[in-house]
């Protein structure tokens, strides 16, 4: 993940981490930081939470979060070459839509204005 970080966060990507286990947050929120990922303190402070709410049922589980919060694609367990990878290939895709996506907002044209008499 740190490799995806380090290429696109001048692309403004960010790598967000939580700990799901409520005995390890202090620990675990120090570790993350050390790589440059925003790291956050589980809100449920159970497994509980992680699992209702995002469908986690064990870790490590890797999310793409679009701009809007949408879970784009997860990746469950350790980090591998393949998943590093496909994460790379997701972010890419994402990152090139959503240019595209604001280029085209930028050329709608304004609603004319009414003619006056």
């Known amino acids: ?3 995806v970080l380090n290429k696109y966060k001048a692309q403004n990507f960010h790598v967000v981490t939580i700990n799901v286990i409520g005995s390890q947050a ?3 929120v120090k570790i993350m930081s050390n790589y440059n ?8 402070g159970d ?3 992680a699992g209702e709410n995002y469908g ?16 784009v694609f997860n990746v469950p367990g350790l980090e591998s070459i393949e998943s590093t990878k496909l994460c ?3 972010v890419a ?7 595209s996506a604001s280029a085209n ?3 709608v044209a304004a609603p004319a204005a009414k003619a006056q008499p």
């Open 1 to 3: 993940m740190e490799q």
């Open 26 to 28: 202090e620990g675990a």
């Open 37 to 44: 990922f925003v790291a956050l303190k589980n809100p449920g």
């Open 47 to 49: 497994w509980d939470w």
């Open 56 to 71: 986690v049922h064990g870790t490590p589980t890797s999310f793409l979060v679009d701009a809007k919060g949408n879970i």
């Open 88 to 90: 790379d290939e997701e």
């Open 93 to 99: 895709g994402l990152l090139k839509w959503s240019q």
């Open 105 to 107: 907002s930028d050329r």
